[in-house]
């Protein structure tokens, strides 16, 4: 079975302002609430086209699909989707329900693999998600994007959009090409990582330049946080507490919480097969509905 996001054996704590930081062991797969294969095998193509493994680089892990929908959507961005899973697993193929969840509403979407942990350690999966953005911002020259992330993904959008070594490194004018980016449970660095592989993959444990919470100087695309009140994996503090950073130096930051779901829920619940009836994807689409329609995104 496949595992979609999360963290694996990464333990959270309450502080002494009672901020309670990263949970327990993530071995939850989506078999808690449907099989991935289940889940892809009953979502209809009809709403795509789909381009498959196109490379953004020469390395193997560096490839991306793109799901063209069949109506696009009149001046709607092109959506990059990158995915979760602890930056030790995770792969492109397993997302076809979350594609076909924008595609019949007229969104492209484009979604990337990056290197994962051991042919990589932090920066190197931040670097890869700046070239893949990078890479959809030439496929779609004449429309902004919208860069969402899950979990480890969610880190990597975060870090890209924040730090702005990684949008200069890959070549990309992030300002005027991304128009925004969403964060669904994504942790941002309110307590240290304390448990391997996480020390080793980041060797500055979340204290340093490695976490989001340090990297809130730049101005930066207007970012929507998806927080499931129930994620006992990466908790919704984390959202809030770089929220309240960005919005603090005078950057566009809204958080959404959503009572009943977990750290999976987040991204099954863009399926519209499993949405458990929460609003989160109405939410997401008011968001991009809200957000400028050309240049100087940043603020």
Known sequence: MQLIGGFMR???MKTSLKVVALAATMALSFAACAPVTLLNGITPSGSFSKAEDISYG??????????KAESPKADAPAIVFIHGGSWTEGSK???KFLAEGFTKD???VVVP???LYPETKYPGMIEDSAKAVAFAAQQYPDRPLVVMGHSAGAYNTLMVMLDPQYAKGADLDLCSRVAGAISLSGPTGIIPLDSEPYITIFPDRFTGSDAPLNNVASPSPPIMFGHGVDDTTVYPQNSQ???DKIKARGGK??????????HIEAVQFLSRRFDGKATLKADIMRFIDGLPKSGGFCR
């Open 253 to 262: 930051a809204v958080v959404k919480t959503y009572e009943g779901m977990n």
């Open 241 to 243: 507490a770089l929220a």
């Open 106 to 108: 007229g969104y492209d």
């Open 58 to 67: 020469p390395l193997a892990r560096q490839s991306l699909d793109i799901y």
């Open 113 to 115: 693999n990056y290197r």
């Open 10 to 12: 990464m333990s959270y």
């Open 93 to 95: 193929d397993i997302y």
